[in-house]
C-alpha cells in the first residue's frame, strides 16, 4: 500500500483513499446517468443515493475518468468521521487534482491553533482563485459527525462555483435539502434512476 505524510500533522494518508477505484473489466458505461451528472456539474450538489449493490460507486467512477474539468475522489471510511482525518483526505485530494489549490489550508490544519472556520476560508479563498473541480465524496453515510455536515453545508454555500460537489450514500445527508431543491441547486440519483437499465 502506498502512504503519504499527512500536512495535518497526524497519521500518514492512504493514497489508494484518493484515487479512483479500479474498473472491473467490461463495466457497462452508463451514459444517460453520466449525462445527468455532468449537467448538474453548474449546481450545487449532487447525490447518488441508494442501496448497496445498485453501483453507485461504479457508475460515478466511470464518470470522473471522463470529467473535462479536474476532479477530486475521496473514499471514506467511519474512521473519517473525525473532522481532522474528513480535510486532510478532502484537502489532499483537491491538491492532488490541483496542486496547490489545498496547500494554505493545509497549513492551517497543522495548526493547532487554528479553527475549523479559518481552514475553511483559506480553502474557499483558494478555489476562487483556482480552475472549477469536482469532488467525489463516496460512502459518504459512513461519516457520523455533525461536525463534518455542517462544516460541509459552510463550504457549499460559499462556493462560487468553482467546485461541484458529489456524494455518493446509501441516506440522505443531514443537510438543508429542501432548500437547495427548492433554489434549484440540487441533481439527485435515486434508487430508480440507478435501477439496472443499460443506461
Not at 448538474?40 to 460515478?60: C, D, F, M, R
Not at 478555489?127 to 469532488?135: F, K, N, V
Not at 453515510?141 to 461541484?164: R, Y
Not at 443537510?175 to 435515486?190: K, S, V
Amino acid at each position: 500500500m502506498e502512504w503519504f505524510a499527512s500536512h495535518s500533522g497526524g497519521e500518514p494518508l492512504l493514497t489508494a483513499k484518493i484515487q479512483c477505484p479500479p474498473l472491473c473489466p467490461g463495466v457497462i458505461m452508463r451514459q444517460r446517468l453520466m449525462a445527468r451528472l455532468s449537467q448538474g456539474q453548474e449546481q450545487l450538489l449532487s447525490l447518488v443515493i441508494a442501496p448497496a449493490g445498485y453501483g453507485k460507486t461504479t457508475l460515478l467512477n466511470t464518470w470522473a475518468r471522463q470529467l473535462p474539468r479536474p476532479g477530486a475522489w475521496v473514499s471514506l471510511e467511519a474512521d473519517d468521521s473525525l473532522p481532522q482525518r474528513f480535510w486532510a483526505y478532502v484537502l489532499a485530494a483537491l491538491d492532488a487534482a490541483q496542486p496547490g489549490v489545498g496547500a494554505a489550508a493545509q497549513l492551517l490544519l497543522g495548526d493547532a491553533d487554528s479553527t475549523l472556520d479559518q481552514i475553511l476560508a483559506a480553502l474557499l479563498n483558494a478555489l476562487a482563485a483556482a480552475q472549477p473541480m469536482t469532488l467525489i465524496l463516496d460512502n459518504y453515510h459512513l461519516i457520523q459527525s455533525s461536525c463534518i455536515d455542517e462544516s460541509l453545508v459552510f463550504l457549499l454555500e460559499h462556493l462560487l462555483q468553482s467546485l461541484h460537489v458529489v456524494l455518493a450514500s446509501r441516506s440522505e445527508p443531514l443537510m438543508p435539502l429542501a432548500h437547495w431543491r427548492a433554489a434549484d441547486a440540487l441533481t439527485e440519483l435515486g434508487m430508480r434512476d440507478l435501477g439496472f437499465t443499460y443506461a
